[in-house]
């Protein structure tokens, strides 16, 4: 047999040697599934040139018939990698079922099977012969009915479809990504116009067929872009980024509510192995891994806070829908957001505004507050007594010792009055030297009883402060808050009393009945 060489034949020399040389240059853009797609395309394409060019320098009907085997292998491979691509870049992986993935599979197989054996059949070219063009002898093809199906249902369709899907990708990036999305465009176009006019009787290249020309050119426009824009690195390597090392938890869900994917925080959160969680239904997953009472579900998602069973940490949790081309329902992506210090600062900025620095007692406000509270529950059973204390000659004692020593002797107060109190009732530090109780749970007789053993207890105890022995005494007074009374009222006249009790020798508790407090 005698050897050709058509100069077509150096295009496709250089053709598939860009296309190797394509793929060596992508091959380091990402270890994405997208990019190993995208470099499949690429070692198609020189499969599919390489098989014209060996296919071209034949001179007998068996042996260019038998190279179309080659051609149609790096075909049918290229639309199916470059749909495969599309759909992954695009961030469809869903639409990959198993079911899904069959039927695309379908007439790619069916026609690798029916080339292999082209000679037995007339499936796929119902005639072929071998003619002389240009002093080159070249294929002549009348198209069976397979052919037409592949052309139709693979080529075109893969192509077309993946096209728009990355061209749908790139429209949506921000501007930086618009001029890319025109080299696309003129990437996906071109070689289909192309195999368009060869198929239908156009013939600009001595016979021969030019498609995988035209194909290898839009891989340079695409590597192009993926090279000058990073339009694989930087879109899908970066959601990959941030999904992966992102602080907050992250849970992907299916329609139906099942878990698709978490990333590795919310693997840290729930202290679970990733793989059980795959495939759990979103419910039971919250229930495992928090205490959900603060949770809220509605129809358009979750909001609100839950605490992890695994060291109590507090999350705040957002959910937002998950939508495709067509605004259709695809899932939801929930977002659990670590507040645990957060809240601890708001819990303790709470303490601070109700606690007094000094004696680290409730404030005025923290008083106010409990007993608009505590009033409300225990009038219709027991009576509220209001009690004012405050600590006798304490001028004398800071203008005797100083300051640091009136600091020690209200701060050591305030530690009796709280261990004696117990859990009859709250103290506050009301102001200077003065001290307001809330005895609860006490009758009148008994709240006499009580503030007096306090008043003993304090009179008893010896203050020492650096190497002075001290002695304190309190005076008392006390009323019961009548229902519906405000506090402040109450309060002014448990004051009352207890500057009574001042009035008549101090170190005492002044308990006369409420009706002669106010007379």
């Known amino acids: 047999m005698e050897f050709q060489f058509p100069a077509i034949n150096y295009l496709y020399l250089l053709a598939g040697t860009l296309a190797l040389v394509l793929r060596v240059i992508s091959h380091g853009q990402g270890d994405d599934r997208s990019s190993r797609y995208w470099n499949a395309v690429l070692l198609s394409f020189a499969i599919w040139t390489t098989g014209e060019l060996l296919a071209n320098i034949g001179t007998t009907l068996q042996w260019q018939l038998a190279f179309q085997r080659l051609v149609y292998l790096g075909v049918v491979t290229g639309v199916v990698s470059w749909l495969l691509f599309a759909i992954h870049f695009s961030g469809n992986q869903s639409w990959l079922t198993p079911l899904s993935v069959t039927v695309m599979l379908i007439v790619p197989i069916a026609s690798l099977l029916l080339v292999s054996a082209v000679e037995w059949h007339q499936l796929f070219y119902s005639d072929v012969r071998l003619i002389n063009r240009n002093d080159y002898y070249v294929l002549d ?4 009915v397979a052919f037409w199906v592949q052309i139709f249902l693979c080529s075109y369709l893969y192509t077309l479809a993946g096209s728009m899907l990355l061209i749908a990708t790139s429209l949506r990036q921000p501007s930086l990504y618009r001029s890319q999305s025109l080299l696309i465009v003129i990437a996906a176009a071109i070689p289909l116009v192309v195999n368009i006019l060869y198929v239908f009787g156009a013939d600009f290249s001595g016979g021969f067929d030019p498609t995988s020309l035209f194909f290898v050119f839009s891989a340079i426009l695409i590597t192009i872009a993926t090279r000058h824009y990073y339009f694989l690195r930087v879109a899908p390597m970066a959601r990959d980024l941030v999904f992966r090392n992102i602080n907050s938890g992250v849970i992907v869900v299916n329609q139906a509510q099942k878990v698709t994917d978490i990333n590795p925080a919310f693997a840290d959160i729930a202290k679970l192995n990733s793989d059980d969680l795959i495939g759990m239904p979103l419910e039971q997953l919250l229930d495992v891994t ?12 979750y909001s609100g806070r839950v605490k992890s069973r695994h060291r109590a940490r507090q999350f705040e949790i957002d959910s937002m829908p998950i939508k495709g081309y067509r605004d259709e329902f695809l899932g939801q992506l929930l977002l659990l957001t670590d507040v645990t210090q957060i809240q601890r600062a708001l819990d303790e900025i709470g303490r601070l505004a109700h606690t007094d620095l000094l004696t680290q007692l409730p404030n005025r406000r923290a008083m106010i507050e409990w007993v608009d509270a505590i009033a409300a529950r225990d009038t219709m059973l027991h009576p509220v007594l209001i009690a004012m204390a405050d600590l006798d000659h304490f001028k004398a004692l800071n203008d005797t010792y100083g300051h640091h020593c009136g600091d020690y002797i209200l701060k050591e107060v305030a530690r009796l009055i709280e261990a004696h109190l117990d859990s009859n009732g709250i103290v506050a530090r009301w102001g200077g030297e003065e001290f307001c109780m809330v005895l609860t749970g006490l009758d009148w007789t008994s709240g006499e009883s009580f503030l007096e053993s306090l008043r003993q207890s304090i009179e008893d105890h010896l203050f020492k402060y650096e190497e002075q022995e001290l002695r304190v ?15 402040e009222s109450a309060i002014h006249r448990a004051d009352l009393m207890m500057y009574d009790g001042k009035r008549h020798g101090r170190n005492l508790v002044s308990t006369r009945s409420t009706h002669d407090a106010v007379l």
């Open 290 to 301: 928090f205490d959900t009472r603060g949770l809220h579900r509605t129809e358009l998602g």
């Open 473 to 487: 005494t309190i005076t008392l007074g006390m009323v019961q808050k009548l229902a519906g009374e405000e506090l």
């Open 141 to 144: 093809f009348d198209y069976g």
